[in-house]
């Protein structure tokens, strides 16, 4: 992205059917548009952007008796972030249940659980967070199903660390029916004692064996806890999350919490579709959606489907066996004929599918699926098929994502977040290899930022790793792979809208695309990089409406924006 200075004139609406009255004129150092262009100035009508001017009283005439008039000089506003890839509802389911992400030692853990046990009637689930992760316990270890058998005796007690992992006590393998003669389910490991028993450490598909026998929060609960959640990530600066992986029943909570105007950002969700089902079943639930990507309003509309191909950092699909197993290489979900049916149908359907592929091998299968399904249905538009994350890939896949036209939503908070287990399981040139957006970028991908950290997470971190390389716990991994600020800017709103097919609504600052906007106390643009990790909004505006304000520079909702419905 070039800054120029743009041109003095105010760009506005040509020939208004009847004088236009600014609901929010809004005055900033610098309001940078992401498309190139610097303005001083910002008016706000309705949900909309409605003019803008590098003058900073060039929009003074649009103002009348009811304008609120926000003087910010000493901000620099920028389009609103949007997330191509986080877990909104597991990040706001996790303030119903344990937050074990708060402990910092074993023994806190197992502390947190055995309270919760102490709240709970006997034999009764405790389900935790599941935004926790072992790099911040002082132990850097997981917490074995012993310890949560010693925390809660007699209590089923469920652990999910993230989309991929997770630890049970003896009670909840018992309850999921997991003894010592149960084999691995597809696309998962159960672990394992010396003698064959279950140790509780859940991986992949074993996973989900054991949640879906853990009671789950109602619709009317995860409404209200959406509410908090998304609160949560607007005081981050983010406008827009695409959701990556619900059920049915979690986007009927999606829509009563819309409905109700508890949101405080955009939701683009992408359903489901799992390994363990049949191909038959597979594709029975995607006709039986009947909808398309695409359907719904502003604020939640469906952007597509959700298959994963392998493991996160523990049971990634890679082309080499694991640093620290050699006889492990992970493992791919679904056969890739399966798979590749299965998506030429949705296609057809009309929807749009984004795959997880962590390791190079899962990379690699994707792409053998997505160009046969390319070559089965024809013609797609632009972001229809999309791997999600692409942790590892080398040359001749990036080559082969590009010749396909097929998108990558990439998340530098994995590596920020996972880098020394990284180092660990796949080694250090493995590692200093994730994610290397310059040469995604040089060889003319399509990408997307967002975070996939499951709780809320600071935008302006990842685009300090984006730019730096750095991580939580693993020094820099790297570097050569740095991209500007400006580029992990534009991934992060223009990349973002473009892979939500609303680039002409959202994804800049530009005369009539909806005011999605955040104020900052210094520019990222010419911040020193270090001083990005730690910088936060001072105010968020979703489609006009103030969703974080806690100064209140903004001055109240307007009425019309603040009615939707
Ligand atoms: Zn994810």
């Known amino acids: 992205m070039k800054t120029t200075q743009a041109q003095a004139d105010p760009v506005r609406p040509r020939a208004p059917a009847e004088p236009l009255r600014l609901d929010r004129l809004i005055r ?33 005439d649009l103002a009348g008796r009811s304008t609120v008039v926000v003087d910010a000089r000493d901000l620099t506003l920028l389009p609103a972030f949007s997330d191509s890839h986080e877990h909104l509802m597991e990040a706001s389911r996790n303030t119903l249940l344990v937050p074990v992400d708060q402990a910092r030692s074993i023994a806190e853990f197992t502390a947190l659980i055995g309270a919760a046990a102490r709240d709970t009637a006997p034999g009764g689930w405790i389900v935790t967070s599941m935004g926790w992760h072992e790099s911040n316990l002082a132990e850097s270890r997981l917490p074995t199903g012993a310890e949560l058998d010693a925390a809660a005796p007699g209590h089923p007690v469920f652990a999910r660390r993230g989309g991929h992992l997770a630890i049970a006590s003896s009670a909840a393998l018992a309850a999921a029916g997991i003894g010592p003669g ?54 981050l600066g983010v406008g827009t999350i695409r959701e990556a992986m619900i059920n049915l029943e979690e986007l009927l909570a999606y829509q009563d919490a819309a409905e109700r105007g508890l949101l405080s950002v955009r939701v683009r969700p992408l359903i489901r579709v799992g390994n363990e089902l049949t191909e038959q079943q597979a594709t029975a639930l995607i006709r039986g959606l009947g909808a398309r990507s695409g359907f719904g309003d502003d604020w939640l509309r469906l952007w597509g489907l959700k298959f994963v191909m392998d493991g996160g950092v523990e049971g ?39 795959t997880h592929a962590a390791g190079d091998r899962a990379v690699r299968t994707v792409l053998d699926v997505y160009e046969a399904v390319a070559a089965e249905a024809g013609d797609l538009p632009p972001w229809t098929l999309v791997i999600e994350h692409a942790l590892l890939s080398d040359a001749a896949q990036r080559a082969r994502v590009v010749r396909g036209g097929f998108g990558v939503t990439v998340q530098h908070a994995l590596l920020w977040n996972m880098g020394s287990e990284m180092l660990t399981t796949w080694g250090p040139d493995r590692t200093r290899q994730v994610n290397p957006l310059n040469e995604w970028l040089a060889a003319g991908a399509s990408l997307a930022a967002g975070t996939d950290i499951a709780r809320p997470f600071n935008p302006m971190t990842s685009v300090w790793g984006m730019v730096t390389r750095g991580t ?31 680039d002409h609504r959202l994804g800049s600052i530009t005369v009539g695309k909806l005011a999605d906007l955040v104020g900052y106390p210094a520019d990222p643009l010419t911040a020193e990089p270090d001083d990005l990790a730690g910088l936060t909004p001072a105010f968020t505006i ?19 924006s603040s009615a939707r419905c």
């Open 28 to 60: 900033a150092g610098a309001i940078h548009s992401m498309t190139g262009e610097v303005y001083r100035c910002a008016g706000l009508h309705g949900e909309q952007i409605a003019a803008v001017s590098a003058d900073p009283h060039g929009l003074d």
């Open 182 to 235: 149960t084999p691995d389910p597809p696309g998962g490991t159960i672990g394992r004692l010396s003698d064959g028993r279950p140790n509780g450490v859940l991986e992949g598909g074993a996973v989900w064996q054991v949640s879906s026998h853990a009671p789950a929060p109602d619709r009317a609960q995860l409404a209200q806890a959406l509410r908090r959640g998304s609160a949560a990530y607007a005081a």
């Open 316 to 354: 990634g699909a890679l082309e080499q066996p694991y640093a620290d197993d050699p006889r492990n290489s992970g493992h791919l979900n679904w056969d890739p004929a399966v798979l590749t049916r299965v998506c030429t149908e949705a296609v057809r359907r009309g929807w749009r599918i984004g």
């Open 472 to 502: 939580k716990t693993a020094g820099v991994q790297g570097p050569e792979h740095a991209i500007s600020v400006a580029a992990a800017l534009e991934l992060y709103t223009m990349g973002s809208a473009r892979l939500n097919h609303e």
């Open 542 to 560: 979703v489609g006009g409406r103030p969703v974080y304000d806690p100064h209140d520079m903004l001055g109240p909702a307007s009425q019309e």
